[in-house]
Antibody
Framework: QLQLQESGPGLVKPSETLSLTCTVS??????????WAWVRQPPGKGLAWIGHISFRGNTFYNTSLKSRLTISVDTSKDQFSLNLTSVTAADTAVYYC?????????????WGRGALVSVS | SYVLTQPPSVSVAPGKTATITCGGH??????VHWFQQKPGQAPVLVIFYDSERPSGIPERFSGSNSGNTATLTISRVEAGDEADYHCQVWNSGLDPVVFGGGTKLTVL
């Protein structure tokens, strides 16, 4: 059974860099059937796509975050990571990693439990 | 960018049918996916490709999509169905993964 687990600091200071890693278990990250995505949810608000990456390292970023965002993948560890620079209070959210099915349908079929990151 | 519109809240009595809509321009030409999110938990996929149910999702959950509106229908609503429901589509181009604002389903 596929599992995704976010890890990283729960508190980041303003203007610093938010870094999270998602560890995939139960299946290999090295498959062309899926992308690997980050989604966030500010307190009391809806879901917002951050970006996603293929196992080959092809990245797709939210245009509003693109200048501050880097998503990377480490296939040897079955991990992918998120770096968001110059954070502000507006970046406070629960951050989820998820698997994005491709095959023309593009839905998020498995999610991590989420990691709350506060910027303060 | 593509916009999906959901009602903020829907209320339904136990045993009745809940209908949650997701509006978007020509959404009927896209595949719509639905997620259930209970408080403090991660979203769970309940419908993909407009009307398909993942393994383990009760038959009470169904979906449809036509024109400018996609609909999630929950039959014989139970207290355990109380949650936020989010729709999602893929819109080719910039910012392709699009979510609706979410609908809070309250079971009276």
């Amino acid at each position: 059974q596929l599992q995704l687990q976010e890890s990283g600091p729960g508190l980041v200071k303003p203007s610093e860099t938010l870094s999270l890693t998602c560890t995939v278990s139960g299946d290999s990250i090295s498959t062309s059937e899926y992308y690997w995505a980050w989604v966030r949810q500010p307190p009391g608000k809806g879901l917002a796509w951050i970006g996603h990456i293929s196992f080959r390292g092809n990245t797709f970023y939210n245009t509003s975050l693109k200048s501050r965002l880097t998503i990377s993948v480490d296939t040897s560890k079955d991990q992918f990571s998120l770096n968001l620079t110059s954070v502000t209070a507006a970046d406070t959210a629960v951050y989820y990693c998820a698997r994005l099915m491709t095959r023309g349908l593009y839905y998020l079929d498995s999610w991590g439990r989420g990691a709350l990151v506060s910027v303060s | 960018s593509y916009v999906l519109t959901q009602p903020p809240s829907v209320s339904v009595a136990p045993g009745k049918t809940a209908t949650i809509t997701c509006g978007g321009h020509n959404i009927g030409t896209k595949s719509v996916h639905w997620f259930q999110q209970k408080p403090g938990q991660a979203p769970v996929l309940v419908i993909f490709y407009d009307s398909e149910r993942p393994s383990g999702i009760p038959e009470r959950f169904s979906g449809s999509n036509s024109g400018n509106t996609a609909t999630l229908t929950i039959s014989r609503v139970e207290a355990g169905d109380e949650a936020d429901y989010h729709c999602q589509v893929w819109n080719s181009g910039l910012d392709p993964v699009v979510f609706g604002g979410g609908t809070k389903l309250t079971v009276l």
